[in-house]
Nanobody, 127 residues
């Protein structure tokens, strides 16, 4: 089992920044990837970014490339999502998740490819 505790989020203005954190505990040795997904009202949950547990590989959704940065602090078992140049369409509940088996983008970009989930945190971007 892996437990994920999220923090951060809240309200930002268009063009502003926020940082999300997600601390993992439990069987962290089983984690291959940690990622962020988001779900806007009335929409399906979608992939945002992922990072390998070693930190050597990252991947981003096209909608956030160049604006969001995912990073990991292995000493703290914590992954971060730095969100810059935010837009109103970034408004959503953000979830961190882990993938606990190998596999590429066809797995870690999919909701059903992830194994454990955080509780979610609301991010609102005002125009």
């Amino acid at each position: 089992q892996v437990q994920l505790v999220q923090s951060g989020g809240g309200l930002a203005q268009s063009g502003g920044s926020l940082r999300l954190s997600c601390a993992a505990s439990g069987r962290t040795g089983s984690i291959y990837f940690m990622g962020w997904f988001r779900q806007a009202p009335g929409k399906e949950r979608e992939f945002v970014a992922t990072i390998s547990w070693s930190g050597s590989n990252t991947d981003y959704a096209d909608s956030v490339k160049g604006r969001f940065t995912i990073s990991i602090d292995n000493a703290k078992n914590t992954v971060y999502l730095q969100m810059n140049l935010m837009k109103p369409e970034d408004t959503a509940v953000y979830y961190c998740a882990t993938r606990n088996s190998p596999g590429g983008s066809k797995y870690y970009t999919k909701v059903d490819g992830m194994n454990y989930w955080g509780a979610g945190t609301l991010v609102t971007v005002s125009s």
